[in-house]
């Protein structure tokens, strides 16, 4: 396997972080509507779950990728070596599958909580929205 260059890990961590920021914000919001709601309704209960997961695995990815774009970054007094960037690559990584993964089935449950119809229309948009992701795939 080709060792990628410092500078590839440098800008692809930015894209990360600035994407997942904003999905982490989008999600956040949806667990302060969530606790705001005062619903016991069960559905309620696992959006809110779901929600709190993927903040979470977003804003892993944003600390993990930090420490990748500081390591990497020109000029950095930290002495980064390829195989110091494995850990925080694979946890920024699986941070923000989680992240992707949970939002997803967020939307997907989302139209339940209003009708059957709406439920199936979300639950479709949601697979879609998934297979396209796994086609277009991080390779």
Same mark, same amino acid.
């Given at each position: ?55 979470? $695995? /977003?804003? +892993? %990815? =944003?600390? #993990?990728?930090?420490?990748?774009? *500081?390591?990497?970054?020109? @000029? ?42 709406? $439920? /199936?229309? +979300? %639950? =479709?948009? #949601?697979?879609?929205?998934?297979? *396209?992701?796994?086609?277009? @795939?991080?390779?």
């Amino acid at each position: 396997m080709n060792e990628l260059p410092f500078e590839y890990w440098n800008k692809l961590s930015s894209q990360f972080i600035l994407i997942s920021v904003f999905l982490g914000g989008f999600s956040i919001a949806i667990t302060a509507n969530l606790l705001i709601n005062q619903s016991e309704k069960r559905l309620y209960n696992i959006i809110l779950k779901l929600a709190t997961t993927s903040s979470a $695995g /977003f804003l +892993t %990815t =944003v600390f #993990s990728m930090t420490s990748i774009v *500081l390591a990497t970054t020109d @000029g950095s007094p930290i002495g980064a070596t390829q195989s110091d960037l494995n850990t925080p690559r694979i946890i920024g990584f699986v941070g923000y599958l989680v992240g992707v993964l949970s939002l997803l089935t967020i939307l997907g449950l989302s139209g339940w909580t209003k009708s059957k119809g709406t $439920g /199936f229309f +979300t %639950t =479709v948009v #949601s697979v879609i929205t998934l297979i *396209l992701f796994a086609v277009s @795939g991080i390779s």
